[in-house]
Structure formats: C-alpha cells, structure tokens
C-alpha cells in the first residue's frame, strides 16, 4: 500500500539509450511532479502535472519528456542518455500545488 | 547566492540533546516552508510544514520560521539514534507551485 511508487528502482543502461521511469500514486492527489537529485544531494523540480496538465516546465533538456495518462500517474521519459544524466530521479504528489509534497523513493538512474 | 542556504554538516549531537537546523532564503516571495527528513537510499518524507511566521510543534519536533529575516528552523527535542538522517529545508511559492529545496543539513545522533 506504498502511496507514492516508482519503477525501477534501479536502471543501470548504457549511453545513447532510451529508458523510461514510472510513478503511480493511490493518494488521490491531483498534482505530481518529477525531481532530479544529483551526487551533491541537491534536489531539483524538473515537472509538474495537475490534472493530467502541463504546469511546471523547468530548464532541462528537450531528451525529457514526461506523460500523465491520468491524475495517478507519471511518467518520464528519456531519449539519448548521456553521462550526466546519472541521478536520482524522485516522483511525487501533493493534493495541489502549493500542498505538502509526498515523495516515492527514488529511481536510480547510471549511465555507463 | 542559493536561494536555499543550510550547513550541509555533518551534525553529531549525543543521544537526548536537543538539536538545531537551521536555513535561509533569498525570495521575499516564498509563503510556506516544509521540512522533509531523507534516509539514506530513500525518498524525502515529510516531518512538518507551516505557512505562517511563527512557531508549530509536532511531537519532539518544532518548525520555526520568521519571514522578516527569512530565516527557518527546525528543532528536534530528546533527539535519537533513529533521528539520524538529511533534513531538507524546502521554502514554496503559491504563485509558481513549487518548493525550493536546501541542500540538507546531515544529522549523526550517537548513542
């Protein structure tokens, strides 16, 4: 009954691959939202949906691409992986934007 | 200048002191403040949140914020081994929805 969950946990590929990141949430929640947490542990808002809706766009690259099919999930995809794109990569909801954000636990992404 | 400023430490405190984090901001704009604690290898979880100056209690836990000098506190009573963790200071804005997250501040509480 975990309320925020990502699959994989672990994603070990090589460069120039193409992978995709999953998150679903049994919260309820209308928003989500995608994080990058790099080696230095800073933690970063890349997107944001609400109601399946556009509204968090930071600066990151184009390869990027997330999908709401629905309010209860998120996804991410990335095109051409490269180096720097190692992280940690968190999904979270929240009950509006301006709501406690409630976070899954990670999935760690290596390049090789 | 970060728009999120915490001591990375780390922070080592004996079992039952009474610990401080502390974080500043640059951004007028922000309008309320979380603390979220990371254990290693696992998501932020959410320990408090307020929207107001002033002080809130949760526990052994107590969030501290005083906007006129953006400045935000957490403090931690009777703190434990099982307290030792990342706390993440994260300030929010309305208007753009998101939360602007420190860098974390690194907790050792020895027994």
């Known amino acids: 009954d975990t309320a925020v969950s990502q699959t994989p946990k672990y994603l070990v590929t090589q460069m120039g691959n193409d992978k995709s990141i999953k998150c679903e949430q049994n919260?309820?929640?209308?928003?989500m939202y995608w994080y990058k947490q790099d080696s230095k542990k800073f933690l970063k808002i890349m997107f944001s949906y609400n109601n399946k809706e556009l509204i968090i766009n930071e600066t990151v690259p184009n390869r990027f691409s997330p999908k709401s099919p629905d309010k209860a999930h998120l996804n991410l995809h990335i095109n051409s992986l490269e180096l720097g794109d190692s992280a940690v990569y968190f999904c979270?909801?929240?009950?509006?934007?301006?709501?406690?954000?409630?976070f899954g636990d990670g999935t760690r992404l290596s390049i090789l | 200048q970060k728009e999120v400023e915490q001591d990375p430490g780390p922070l080592s405190v004996p079992e039952g002191a009474i610990v401080s984090l502390n974080c500043t901001y640059s951004?007028?704009?922000?309008?309320?403040f979380m603390w979220y604690r990371q254990y290693s290898r696992k998501g932020p979880e959410l320990l408090m949140y307020?929207?107001?100056?002033g002080n809130k209690e949760d526990g052994r836990f107590t969030a501290q914020v005083d906007k006129s000098s953006k400045y935000i506190s957490l403090f931690i009573r009777d703190s434990q081994p099982s307290d030792s963790a990342t706390y993440l200071c994260a300030p929010g804005s309305s208007n753009t929805g998101k939360l602007i997250f420190g860098q974390g501040t690194t907790l050792q509480v020895k027994p």
């Open positions: 919260l309820g929640h209308d928003t």
């Open positions: 951004n007028s704009a922000f309008q309320y």
């Open positions: 979270a909801s929240s009950q509006g934007k301006d709501q406690p954000q409630h």
């Open positions: 307020t929207y107001s100056s």
